[in-house]
């Protein structure tokens, strides 16, 4: 079965800090690939998604993900954070074109100190 | 995200008794899902619909039970059988099509005393 791991669990960091989140995953195939952000009492939402094409992919709030397909790894990266990036991270696969349900990674919880 | 709507935001039940969770959607889309956030381990599938009249188990749905009868409404019933049932319940809606982005509902916290 599909696995994501992600390996760090708690990352404080101080603003300005630049930060990269771990993801790696388990299948073999094609995947689509996503990083999700939980800010404190709100929704899920998504940052950036996978799916074809440049590796390198852009999201919301300058926030970047790279591809690396021989690593099974798509981890996220910011230059510098602020404050308001503490939230939690999850990172989500899918299995292409089959299973359409993500498969999550444990999270990371990101606490950035002004 | 706007587009789905969970009630109650926080439930509390007694053990032993089924409860029914909520999750309506005005997206249009035809996939519904529902999984489980514990801390420290993620969100995990606990059913999905991809279709009206039609769903699938997900990795942990025993103890869970669900129906869509309409295409804008996935309920989730967490039953007496479910041993550990304190947990967030997220609902996600997503199209069904091709590579699919799944956008999540505010959750529901159910608290069983």
């Known amino acids: 079965a599909q696995s994501v791991s992600q390996h760090n669990h708690h990352v404080i960091l101080s603003e300005a800090a630049s930060l990269e989140l771990g993801c790696n995953y388990s299948?073999?195939?094609?995947?689509?690939l996503f990083w999700y952000v939980q800010y404190p009492g709100q929704h899920l939402q998504l940052l950036l998604k996978?799916?074809?094409?440049?590796?390198l992919v852009k999201g919301i709030k300058g926030f970047e993900a790279e591809f690396i397909k021989s690593k099974f790894s798509f981890n996220l990266r910011k230059p510098s954070v602020q404050w308001s990036d503490t939230a939690e991270y999850f990172c989500?696969?899918?299995?292409?074109?089959?299973?359409?349900?993500?498969?999550f990674g444990s999270g990371t919880r990101l606490q950035v100190q002004p | 995200d706007g587009g789905i709507t969970q009630s109650p935001k926080y439930l509390f039940r007694k053990e032993g008794q089924n409860v029914t969770l909520s999750c309506e959607q005005n997206?249009?889309?035809?996939?519904m899902y529902w999984y489980r956030q514990d801390p420290g381990q993620g969100l995990r599938l606990i059913y999905y619909?991809?279709?009206?009249?039609?769903?699938q188990k997900g990795d942990i749905a025993e103890g869970y039970s669900v129906s869509r009868e309409k295409k804008e409404s996935f309920p989730l019933t967490v039953t007496s059988a479910q041993k550990n049932p304190t947990a967030f319940y997220l609902c996600?809606?997503?199209?069904?099509?091709?590579?699919?982005?799944?956008?999540f509902g505010p959750g529901t916290r159910l608290t069983v005393l």
């Open positions: 989500a696969v899918n299995e292409g074109p089959g299973r359409r349900a993500l498969t």
């Open positions: 299948y073999g195939g094609t995947v689509n």
């Open positions: 996978y799916f074809s094409g440049d590796p």
């Open positions: 997206l249009n889309h035809d996939a």
């Open positions: 619909s991809q279709i009206v009249n039609d769903f």
């Open positions: 996600a809606t997503g199209t069904a099509l091709g590579p699919d982005t799944q956008y």
